[in-house]
């Protein structure tokens, strides 16, 4: 799928990886069909997005601690869809949409201000400069999201890599419609409260990297 007037648009990253278990082969058949959003039918209350949950570990972490809230996760890669969907069975999560493709479609789905949070954790840093334009901070991107986030909603993006780091705070501190309301270094050296930690995260931390999360918020 692309956009409505232009080129389609190419995901460069993994989608497919180990074979799958027949419960996960089970889980894509019959669970994924049933979570698919929809965006002309989008549930009451608030809707958080995470854009590239991978296994989900972060998706249904903070979904079984927000129950009043509906989480959707985007993840091309089937392995981490996988894993999700026997994360949502096992914890019998109803408050979890998630689709096994590229964001950017579902992106122009949404209609304005529909979006309360919007999570990108660890994104693909493609650190090679003629890959920087893969990556999913992009004005492009970000204009989408302006539109789809609701006014004064957080968007939290979390990175390891110190290129990515000044490549996202430099897009967001030019694009008129996100603020950066960081007051002290512990407002981007430490998660926000209420993190939970994704996997990528968690070996970063492991190998002795030193994440930044960074909060901006759709200005109003
Ligand atoms: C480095 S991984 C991090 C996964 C997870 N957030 C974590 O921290 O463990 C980045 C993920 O973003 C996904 N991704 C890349 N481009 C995407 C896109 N256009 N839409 C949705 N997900 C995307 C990739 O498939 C990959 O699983």
């Not at 003629?130 to 990556?135: A, D, I, L, N, Q």
Request: with cysteine; charged share 30%.
């Amino acid at each position: 799928m692309g956009r409505a007037d232009g080129p389609p648009y190419r995901f460069y990253g993994r989608r497919r990886g180990k074979r799958l278990s027949p419960r996960q082969e089970r889980l894509i058949d019959d669970l994924l069909p049933r979570l698919a959003p929809d965006p002309a039918r989008l549930p009451a209350g608030p809707l958080w997005l995470e854009i590239g949950s991978g296994g989900g570990e972060h998706l249904t972490a903070q979904a079984a601690d927000h129950p009043e809230a509906t989480l959707i996760g985007c993840e091309p890669f089937l392995e981490g869809v996988a894993k999700t969907l026997g994360m949502i069975e096992d914890e019998g999560l109803g408050n979890v949409l998630l689709l096994d493709d590229d964001v950017r479609p579902l992106l122009d789905g949404l209609p304005d201000s529909s979006v309360d949070r919007c999570f990108i954790l660890f994104p693909d840093p493609w650190p090679k400069l003629r890959h920087h334009k893969r990556r999913i901070v992009s004005r492009e991107n970000l204009d989408s999201l302006a539109r789809v986030l609701k006014p004064g909603a957080d968007l939290r993006i979390a990175t390891d890599h110190m290129d990515y780091a000044r490549w996202i705070l430099r897009h967001l501190l030019a694009h008129p419609d996100f603020d950066w309301p960081a007051e002290r270094p512990g407002d981007w050296r430490l998660p926000p409260a209420g993190h939970r930690r994704t996997r990528y995260e968690a070996k970063a931390l492991e190998k002795g990297d030193r994440p930044l999360y960074f909060r901006f918020t759709r200005n109003t």
